[in-house]
């Protein structure tokens, strides 16, 4: 984990998500319209997680690497398997999801590859995502040579103690370095402007033109000068319009 983050810092914001609920859809929008790891999906819908991420890889279509690194996967924590150069090869299934969750108590498992033991990860509910599913399956023995320094050193950079937030429409990543103040502060500032957004719409009848790419509510007499506006209105000139 990068000696720069501020751990009390990164617990208020995964706090802060988990508390508002704050969607992969509004992260990626405080991120600018980032963060998304595209071709994930949940395997089981309406479940919704956060946390800090501990990267996990495994490589050449062996799962030897998977198995011994989440021996050391921390509660609450989100274990992020990433599968290089397995093809379309499951590198886990029910096996590696009961240790995770129940003898590791990792909150999430979400996995750049594949899945397999589909009916027993839908039956059990595991807070899962991954590319899809399938029964075939890697082996499990230990890999001819290590996977490249200059391919797992870039991902490791990007993903270890950054935070995940997983939901129906995917998974979002934040990065190690995006984890700041200001980050803290406009992922508040977005939940005002739901709030606001929605207050316009069932309250003031606006149409979606008015509140979304007008944003009427910024020079309304009625609403320009309350707080809540005011506030805005830092986030709004920094970030782009939602779509």
Known sequence: MSETIDSALRDKIVDLIQVNRISTTEVADVLGKTGHIEGLAPINPQIFKAGIVEFIYTHDGSNYEMHRQIESVGKGRIAYIHAINCAKRAVMGDLVSKYLYLY????????????????????????????????????????????????????????????????????????????????????????????????????????????????????????????????????????????
Request: charged residues 25%; hydrophobic residues 40%.
């Open 104 to 243: 590791r108590q990792a909150a999430a498992v979400v996995v750049d590859g594949y899945v397999r033991d589909a009916h027993s990860l839908i039956k059990e509910r595991y807070p899962l995502w991954a590319r899809g599913v399938t029964p075939i399956g890697c082996v499990n023995a230990k890999p001819e040579r290590p996977a490249a320094d200059d391919v797992v050193a870039p991902l490791r950079q990007r993903f270890h103690g950054g935070i995940m937030v997983c939901d129906d429409s995917g998974v979002v990543l934040i990065e190690p370095s995006q984890i700041t103040s200001d980050l803290h502060e406009r992922l508040n500032l977005i939940e005002l402007q739901e709030d606001l957004w929605y207050d316009c719409l069932d309250s003031d009848k606006m149409s979606t033109f008015d509140v979304v790419c007008q944003k009427k509510y910024l020079t309304d007499p009625a609403m320009m000068n309350l707080p809540k506006v005011v506030r805005l209105k830092k986030f709004l000139a920094g970030a782009p319009p939602r779509k």
